[in-house]
Every structure is written in structure tokens, then in C-alpha cells.
């Protein structure tokens, strides 16, 4: 069993809603509640911890209270996603496997959260990532837009959430990490040394960063209704 870290302290600058993203409406709801219904229907998910935008505690609370069964506590967000990241540990007990999630990504099922959690069992491994095969062509340019190289698609992974992880390596990377440049905290257990392995995932499991993605987030949730 694990429990659920949920990323939500952004301010959503980029998305021009006026309110943090997790806050933002979609279908009517805050986005934060799409996925910790996903959480609440997982099978391996025992309790979370949300990481909520500064000053928006209460209300995050009351959407949890709403959305979630399990028990949840949360906590107050930091200037960076793994600063937000390493303040929710710090206020769980015990030593469950944890299972990091952006609010940001409405769409992971709870069959997404699971699969990650079993596949961290079975490997054995450090950290499991859900991540999408890469389909376009990717290359790589300098600063002034020259090709440098075309990248080998077919071993290139587009990283998602949720990201599963023992603690152990997950509190070394936070404590001795740089978390304001970290992109996401496989990243961090890779930098010290630690063996991070790929779940595949639907590329459907977006992140929502601008209006656009909201509005294909919707079509998509509406799907489901």
C-alpha cells in the first residue's frame, strides 16, 4: 500500500486564471478534484498528503473532505513543485511507498496509480515513472536553433505522473538535492544514483499548463461522464 503526495501548490501564472491551478474550474469543479477521485478509487492508494497553494489551505481541505474517503492531511505548498513536494512528506508518518501526483494532470484513471505501486513492488527498484512513448521525432538544437542531433525516438519517453517511490531514496534526493531546478523528483533520485524505471502510460494523461489544454482535458473528462 502507498500514500499519495498530490503537487498542487502552483500559482498557474501561465494558465491567466486569477486562482492557483489547482483551484481552476474544470467541468465545474475545482481541477484537484478530478484526481483525488482517481486516488480515492485506487486500490493501492491508503491515505494522501496535499501540498496546497499558500494561503488556499482551507479551501483545498474542504475539496478533499468532499473527494476523498481516505485520510488525508494537508500541507502548505513551497516556492517550487519539490520544495511542495518535500513539505508534504515532512508532515506524513510512517514509511508507506509514496506515490507522487500533479494536480495538474485531471486525467490519470486509478488503474494508472495502481499499476505504478505494483510495478514499484515487483522491480524492486528505486522509483517508477508513468510515461508516455515518444511519437514525434525529437531532435536536439543549440541556443541558436541549430540541429545538434535527431534523437533515437524508439528508447525516448515523454514523463508523466504519478511517480511512485520508496521513501528511502525519496527523502535522500530531497535532502540533498537542488529542488529548485529539479523538473520532477525522478530526476532527483536519479542524481543520486538510484534506479528509476518506466510504466507506460496513455499520452492522454496530460498536464494542463494553458487554456488550450483545459479545454481538451474537458472534451475528454466530458467523454467519461
Not at 130 to 159: N, P, Q, S
Not at 189 to 210: C, F, Q, Y
Request: hydrophobic share 45%; aromatic share 4%; proline share 5%.
Amino acid at each position: 500500500m502507498a500514500t499519495a503526495v498530490v503537487a498542487a501548490g502552483g500559482t498557474g501564472e501561465r494558465l491567466g486564471a486569477g486562482v492557483p491551478k489547482a483551484l481552476v474550474s474544470l467541468l465545474g469543479r475545482p481541477m484537484i478534484a478530478w484526481c483525488l477521485d482517481a486516488l480515492d478509487a485506487s486500490e493501492r492508494i491508503l491515505s494522501a498528503v496535499i501540498a496546497a497553494p499558500p494561503g488556499h489551505e482551507d479551501e483545498v481541505e474542504a475539496i478533499a473532505r468532499d473527494a476523498l474517503e481516505m485520510p488525508f492531511t494537508v500541507a502548505t505548498g513551497g516556492e517550487n513543485r519539490s520544495e511542495s513536494v518535500a513539505n508534504a512528506i515532512g508532515a506524513l508518518e510512517g514509511s508507506y511507498e509514496l506515490v507522487i501526483h500533479d494536480a495538474a494532470r485531471p486525467l490519470a484513471m486509478p488503474e494508472l496509480f495502481d499499476r505504478c505501486v505494483e510495478r514499484l513492488d515487483h522491480w524492486r527498484c528505486d522509483g517508477v515513472v508513468a510515461a508516455a512513448r515518444a511519437v514525434d521525432t525529437i531532435k536536439e538544437a543549440d541556443a541558436g536553433g541549430r540541429v545538434i542531433a535527431t534523437l533515437e525516438r524508439g528508447t525516448l519517453w515523454a514523463v508523466q505522473t504519478p511517480q511512485a517511490f520508496q521513501p528511502g531514496p525519496l527523502l535522500k534526493a530531497l535532502a540533498q538535492g537542488d529542488l529548485a531546478r529539479a523538473t520532477d523528483d525522478a530526476q532527483l533520485v536519479e542524481a543520486v544514483g538510484g534506479d528509476i524505471r518506466v510504466v507506460e502510460a496513455p499520452r492522454h494523461n496530460l498536464k494542463i499548463t494553458n487554456e488550450q489544454d483545459l479545454r481538451i482535458a474537458e472534451l475528454l473528462l466530458g467523454q467519461r461522464l
